[in-house]
């Protein structure tokens, strides 16, 4: 998760129930094969879920699932913490 890619790819599912693989594609500025990879190890972890979009079977939508939520609201704790420290 601490990857900047991951990171961004976290923060951009954070707010939202779903984004579509194209859209996230377009909000993380990497390669497809790139996010393709960080999409994979995400669900491997079970920090994110991709089911296919029932509009469109070739779209794939991502989020963030439970486990995925509450690591990432952990995370952003955890850095605000630091923050609060390193400022005094």
């Known amino acids: 998760m601490h990857e ?3 990171l961004r790819l976290l ?3 954070a707010p939202t129930d779903y984004i579509d693989f194209s859209a996230l594609l377009r909000l993380v500025g990497v390669s497809k094969s790139a996010l ?5 190890a995400l669900t491997d972890a079970g920090v994110i879920a991709v089911v296919n979009s029932p509009d469109d079977k070739r779209a ?4 963030l699932t439970e486990l995925g939520r509450r690591s990432f609201d952990a995370y952003l704790k955890q850095l605000e913490q630091i923050v609060r420290e390193a400022r005094g």
């Open 4 to 6: 900047p890619v991951r």
């Open 60 to 63: 794939r939508r991502i989020s």
């Open 36 to 40: 393709s990879k960080h999409v994979s």
């Open 11 to 13: 923060a951009a599912l």
